[in-house]
């Protein structure tokens, strides 16, 4: 059974920046799955947020966090990262790993994509 677990998560002031990071124990295939980084904001559906493809080649994000937060991915220590600069209060959140295997270099942006979920790690971000 694959495991995902979140940490980094915190209570920070506008403008600071935040590094979460998220092990997927699927040892033997890691390099092969694209990882994902969702969020659901107080009141608000899940939305996509970040996402990056087994070759590390392609990342996407959604256009609210373009040019403030990166993907990343190590695959010799089974983690994916997610840089967050320049945060806003808009951006608090509970932020959810996600990770799947994919025959294709292009990660998915659909939740239902995704067949490994962490339980979440709280950002909040005070103005």
């Known amino acids: 059974q694959v495991q995902v677990v979140e940490s980094g998560g915190g209570t920070v002031q506008a403008g600071d920046s935040l590094r979460l990071s998220c092990v997927v124990s699927?040892?033997?295939?890691?390099?092969?799955?694209?990882l994902a980084w969702f969020r659901q904001p107080p009141g608000k559906e899940r939305e996509f947020v970040a996402a990056?493809?087994?070759?590390?080649?392609?990342?996407v994000y959604a256009d609210s966090v373009k040019g403030r937060f990166t993907a990343s991915r190590d695959n010799s220590k089974l983690t994916v990262y997610l840089q967050m600069n320049s945060l806003e209060p808009e951006d608090t959140a509970v932020y959810y790993c996600?990770?799947?295997?994919?025959?294709?270099?292009?990660?998915?942006?659909?939740?239902?994509?995704?067949?490994?979920w962490g339980q979440g790690t709280q950002v909040t971000v005070s103005s």
């Open positions: 996600a990770g799947t295997y994919s025959r294709t270099t292009s990660p998915p942006k659909v939740a239902g994509d995704y067949t490994y």
């Open positions: 699927a040892r033997a295939t890691f390099n092969q799955y694209s």
């Open positions: 990056i493809g087994r070759s590390s080649i392609v990342r």
